[in-house]
């Protein structure tokens, strides 16, 4: 069985490539993955605190798991709102290279 140390190694090991994609791409939709899979990061380390954290009775604690079907509503939200962007910013600019996308203007 997978212990704790595994669980967050792995958590960080996802988030740490999801940071050098926001850090290193240009693709504006990869660095939206990129984003979606540090906040998948932050779940997995979440339900791993959970399951192993016992309460008194020696039952895992759940409070980790119920924070992460909010985390997975906001982020849901998130991916709609943040598409419905991306498609404006392709539809006015005609690019997704973030370099391209340095002002506010048209």
């Known amino acids: 069985m997978a212990s704790l140390h595994d669980y967050l190694f792995v ?3 996802l988030f740490a490539i999801g940071l050098a994609g926001v850090i290193f791409r240009r693709n504006i939709i990869v660095i ?3 984003l979606e899979l540090m906040l998948s ?4 380390t979440l339900v791993a605190f959970s399951r192993f954290h016992t309460d ?6 759940y409070n980790g798991q119920m924070m992460v079907f909010f985390v997975i509503t906001v982020a849901a939200a998130e991916v709609a709102v943040g598409l419905a962007i991306i498609v404006a910013l392709y539809r006015a600019r005609q690019t997704i ?7 506010m203007r048209g």
Do not use: K, Q, W
């Not at 008194?56 to 604690?61: A, N, Q, V």
């Open 32 to 34: 939206f993955m990129c």
């Open 11 to 13: 958590s960080g090991l």
């Open 56 to 61: 008194h009775t020696g039952l895992p604690d």
């Open 97 to 103: 290279n973030v370099e391209d996308l340095t002002t």
């Open 41 to 44: 990061a932050a779940n997995l």
